[in-house]
């Protein structure tokens, strides 16, 4: 359900973009996202880090779209954010020994203590270039296809290729768990 609640703003700016246009789109993500904010800040009273920053990734980058009428800045948008999180990751990790994929799974995995470091190193690794490919691939499609193309990708081939990398990354994972005795 929180993975429907995440695509909100995404589903809204898809309609939004089939009955007007990338400018209408861009307003209603915007206002979407907002209000999702403000959701989870009156149900939970707290409000992620990574909520802050798609937060300000799509007030910048969509102002920036409808102030100067320019839809590259919406298309650079989701570039911008994949590849912030990549950039975080990896320079998390290698510089400041902080393995944000860990910290964010660990509570809910248990892997096997003689491997675990190399694990969550290696799926820290495979996150970063995720976000890094999804990023070029944001890019390439924004600029080599259809306004069209590029909205239904952000949809659908966006979340696909999330949904297909989280299956893969469960079924290597699952190889390295530390499995309880039945």
Known sequence: MKFLFDLFPIIL?????????????????????????????????????????????????????????????????????????????????????????QVLMGKQVTLKANHSHSVWHKLNLAW???????GALNLYIAFEYSEDTWVNFKLFGSTGLLIVFVIAQGIWLSKHMEHPES
């Open 128 to 134: 970063s270039a995720f976000f890094f490919v999804m």
């Open 13 to 101: 700016f898809f309609i939004a973009f089939k009955f007007g246009d990338i400018y209408t789109a861009t307003i209603v993500a915007m206002v979407a996202t907002i209000v999702q904010i403000l959701w989870v800040y009156y149900r939970h009273r707290k409000i992620d880090a990574m909520q802050w920053v798609s937060l300000v990734m799509i007030v910048v980058f969509g102002s920036l779209t409808i102030f100067l009428h320019d839809k590259t800045f919406i298309q650079l948008k989701p570039t911008a954010l994949y590849w912030l999180f990549s950039g975080t990751l990896l320079i998390s990790a290698q510089f400041f020994n902080k393995n944000w994929i």
